[in-house]
């Protein structure tokens, strides 16, 4: 994906930790008003809200506000993991998912707006996968699009940047190595991760179809993948699951 850089977090990282956020210690005493905690079911267990991306955490130590969620601050930002919950409450009037697993250092909650995990936020019409028809060179991913001496071969399959696909230059994320079409990265064995690329509007034109719905674009060694139909849902599918991506 290419919003807020997505595709690039969600491969080099392989879903893993993208960071850890830091603890902002506010230095005035924050008046906090919270109604009761409801749970989403009876025996409590957890929910799956969906994947995050770049959505602020409000993190609280033992009741104390630490950090709010500030959409303008990075460091507030939760890691791209699978969010779950098992219950919501109201804060100064705005509901809040609970989120625990996105909890760090001396903070002893975690909560995400809720308003986050709704259709707003669930638009993935930015990204499209599309096929190579005709093998060709892609241009490296810098601001001069410069040569390279990568092949796309026949038959890969690669993610568009539907917000560049009349641009002169579109950008694009690779397969990740030469079993699924991209040859010619050093090291060839142990290159994993999606690369971030661009091609002319003549090789896109030439070169590219839009795939099959269920055609694969594979992000990460760990089999993790995307489809035409499963970003038509707003997802993606990570160890086989398909979930929901949420992001701003």
């Known amino acids: 994906m290419f919003k807020n850089k997505f595709i690039k977090l969600l491969t ?15 230095s005035h005493v924050s008046t906090v008003q919270a109604s009761a905690f409801h749970y989403l079911r009876k025996d409590h267990k957890f929910v799956t809200l969906g994947l995050g991306q770049n959505l602020p955490v409000r993190e609280y130590s033992h009741g104390k506000l630490i950090q709010k969620d500030d959409p303008s601050n990075e460091d507030t930002y939760c890691d791209f993991h699978v ?32 308003k986050y995990f709704t259709k707003k936020y669930n638009d993935l019409s930015y990204a499209q996968v599309y096929t190579v028809a ?20 026949k038959g890969a399959n690669i993610e568009v940047d539907m917000y560049s696909k009349d641009d002169d230059i579109v950008s694009m994320s690779s397969p990740i190595n030469s079993k699924y079409g991209l040859k010619g990265v050093l090291n060839d064995g142990g290159h ?49 699951h398909f979930y929901k991506v949420y992001t701003r």
């Open 134 to 153: 005709n093998a060709f060179s892609p241009l490296n991913g810098d601001m001069q699009a410069s040569k390279t001496n990568l092949t796309l071969t």
């Open 192 to 240: 994993n991760m999606s690369m971030w690329l661009k091609m002319t509007q003549s090789q896109f034109k030439n070169n590219c179809r839009k795939a099959a719905p269920n055609a694969k674009f594979v992000m990460n060694n760990a089999g993790d993948y995307e489809t035409n139909a499963s970003l038509a849902r707003g997802g993606i599918y990570h160890k086989g």
């Open 12 to 26: 080099a990282a392989t879903f893993a930790v993208v960071g850890i956020s830091s603890i902002n210690t506010m």
């Open 83 to 114: 969010l779950k919950t098992h219950g919501w409450k109201y804060i100064n009037g705005i509901k809040y998912y609970n989120v625990p697993n996105q909890k760090y250092l001396n903070a002893t909650s975690a909560y995400i707006a809720a």
